[in-house]
């Protein structure tokens, strides 16, 4: 059933409260009849209620009450009930013509018309000063919770910071270099190790390309290893770095003398030089470690 905005103001003012008691009584009797009609009065409960449910309960202070028994009469006794006096009763066979006016169309339109603003201004006017009154509380609770009553206060919150100590600076470590040449020649390749980490780079500097199918292999020669230990292949390009050296002591790493063999493409397959060494060199200090300040 379609309903026109009459009745679904009339929906929308029962559930604020504030028809009158005949009004009240047309809305009951339609529920009473009609299904549809009281599932548009439903759902306008449903939509007030959620901004009702917002508002904390304030008990009015006692001169509120006070005024209003003064209104309905109950601080005073009420004066004695005065009956409206009967009209006089014309004489028997005498026929006063009646002096009703029936409402014109227009007068009707009016009528219905104003009744209509009247009720969706009370909806608007409600809703407007609820929503003004839920932005205003809002703010207070944002702004000045200590101005709400103890009940509508929010619950404090606890934020807990964790605060992070920068670290002590580490102290810088040693650097050793390593020149890398055949009987005292030009420099072939420059051997850099890190003292703290033991990750070296090797950068190709004089040493001549090896043949197709060849390639530079480093080696670590100690006297407290039973053979030269493979530090890998040195790639192609001028900078090869490898963190193969970890796994010595320092011992082994700073005494060692370091040795590129020429093997086949790829390393020798058997983890021992397949040919005499053509670049050696030893490692010196060349930045000492320090200790922080």
Known sequence: MAYSEDHIALAAEYALGTLDAGERA?????????????AIVEAWEFKLAALNQMVGSVEPRPYVWDNIRIAVGHAEPQAPLMLPKAPPVAAPGVIRPAAAVEPSADASSVIQMSGRIRRWRNVATFTSALAAALVAMIGIQVLAPGMLPE?????????????????????????????????????????????ATRNFTIRKVGATAPDPGKSF???LISDRLPQP??????GGGDFTARPVLASYDAGIVNG???????EQAGGSPSGKPTSAPVYTGK???TVPATAPK
């Open 151 to 195: 009940g509508m206060r929010p619950a404090p919150r606890t934020q807990v910071v964790e605060v992070k100590t920068p670290s002590a600076p580490t102290a810088p470590s040693a650097q050793y270099v390593a020149v890398l040449q055949k009987d005292g020649g030009s420099p072939a390749f420059i051997l850099t190790v890190d003292g």
């Open 217 to 219: 292999e480093l080696w």
């Open 283 to 285: 490692l010196i200090e």
């Open 229 to 234: 230990r493979s530090l890998g292949v040195i």
């Open 256 to 262: 060692a003398t370091y040795a590129v063999t020429v």
């Open 26 to 38: 047309q809305v009951e009797t339609m529920m009473a009849v009609d299904k549809e009609f009281t």
